[in-house]
């Protein structure tokens, strides 16, 4: 089956991040115990592990969501780190960046420009490997507040396939209440969004 | 005596890196002892932090010399740190930056544009403070291995004070045997240099 697929994305969530959403829909919204919410991961681990996990090293991109390095010992998980994990060997699929294509920057916005409360947010980008191949890593860890100050970040972005500057931004105000519309969860899945056109239009125009 | 200068600087030796260079100079090649050494610094001691160390604090920038972070635990000093600390409230004196102003941003550059050696080179920039006062910095660790590549890095510099695109570049080519010439004892006493010529242009054209 993998053979039919065009362009294939793998959400990778760290077990921090899966308890924790879990404990807060499971617990919170239908009623279970802690222990309830421990056994349903645990029972399901096998299948995950056979099935689930080795699809990871067969993805275009990956979606990575891991516990915030902003602060210190975090138990709440509210604040999320989001990798954007972006084969290198993938034909037609430049990776998004940074600043300076191949550099490995870290970056925490001018306070000026992108207003952010605690705990602030702070981005990197840079070559790494993904199960032993080439890949590409855009990262952004915490939150901003107003979402049309992602202009600023979209203007030191490249190969995020736009059509026109700003339109990164125009897609993401579309959408203000989507949960995630003000932190890497929602902007790194409009970049793959947009990777994902650019990879139908270019197989559009193959055929 | 302070009220005349137009443009003042100050070189922080890092007491690591004044040791390491004193027995390089005094031990081999003045045949002095390591005892002997120890003793000269020992001595100047009281009146370096009676009359020297108190200048810093009124510098409009300094050069901080310090052991570099690219080596654990390193012993021979050979490859430094230099942060060109450059006072805000100093007037007609724009500091230098990487990439963005007012961002904080830690900077590897890319290895297929800048031919770096072992242990490589590391670039930061970003606001902090200087005894109590706001600063900008401008960092460099590590070194390079080709000169002319030294554009790649004046690229993605702004408020250098050149008169035309790839200057630095120049001035750093025309003396390629200067000690330092291939790290950021060289490169941020150019910026130096080209800040001291732009407050000495304005202050003509002032009178």
């Given at each position: ?13 760290s ?10 829909r ?7 115990t ?20 080795p ?19 975090d ?18 699929l ?44 855009l ?16 203007n ?13 931004t ?38």
């Amino acid at each position: 089956v993998r053979g039919l697929l065009d362009f294939s994305i793998y959400l990778d969530l760290s077990d921090e991040v899966k308890i924790a959403w879990k404990i807060q829909r499971d617990m919170a919204e239908r009623g279970h115990t802690l222990a309830d919410v421990k056994q349903a991961i645990a029972s399901r681990r096998p299948d995950f592990e056979a099935y689930i996990d080795p699809q990871k090293a067969h993805a275009d991109v990956v979606i990575q969501i891991l516990p915030t390095n902003l602060i210190t010992n975090d138990t709440e998980r509210k604040v999320l780190r989001v990798r954007l994990i972006q084969r290198s060997d993938v034909k037609g699929l430049e990776p998004a960046y940074l600043f300076d294509q191949g550099s490995t920057i870290s970056w925490i916005p001018c306070g000026t420009k992108l207003t952010c409360s605690y705990p602030g947010i702070k981005l990197f980008s840079g070559p790494d490997s993904w199960c032993g191949q080439p890949a590409s890593v855009l990262e952004i860890d915490g939150q901003f507040d107003r979402l049309e100050e992602i202009a600023y970040i979209e203007n030191h972005l490249s190969s995020i396939n736009t059509k026109f500057y700003g339109e990164l931004t125009q897609l993401l105000l579309k959408n203000p209440d989507y949960p995630g519309s003000n932190s890497g969860t929602g902007l790194l899945q409009i970049i793959v969004g947009l990777k994902m056109r650019a990879t139908f239009e270019q197989s559009m125009t193959i055929e």
